[in-house]
């Protein structure tokens, strides 16, 4: 006779644990001010034979850079003066290209050795960096020859 075997062998299932872990995305949050620079000018002012435009050149918080372009009028110009008076409290902390003198708000600004002779429609520019807060309004300036 034939005698078969069979052998069943039963395996267990097999357990698999899967662990996830989910993590909420890391929020940086950047936040950057640019400030535009403002570029204003008065509408100038003459007085003997020249005339002054006063410029805000760029523009920062409690601080700011002007200029301030002087032209000769159908004459010639040996040394001219400007001056302008702040209506918000704005100073000048230094200056390039004039003297510049300040009482309270009133600011005068005169040539320097090498910039006050200008042929007639000769024009030269000077510089400052100021100091202002809350309001920066632009002077109304005034300029003299002599």
Partial sequence: PVT???????TRPVTTTSTTTTTRPVTTTSTTTTTRPVTTTS??????????VYTVVGQWPGGFQGEVRVTAGS???????????F???QTVSQAWGAAVTTSGSAVTATN??????????????????GT???TNAVPTVTCSAG
Avoid: K, P, Q
Wanted: proline letters at 0%; a neutral charge.
């Fill in 4 to 10: 078969t075997t069979s052998t069943t062998t039963t």
């Fill in 132 to 134: 202002w807060n809350g």
């Fill in 43 to 52: 509408g100038g002012g003459t007085g003997g034979s020249c005339t002054a």
């Fill in 75 to 85: 004459s010639a110009v040996n040394g001219w003066t400007v001056t302008w008076t």
């Fill in 87 to 89: 209506a918000n409290g």
């Fill in 112 to 129: 320097v050795a090498y910039n006050g002779a200008l042929a007639a429609g000769a024009a030269i520019s000077f510089g400052f960096i």
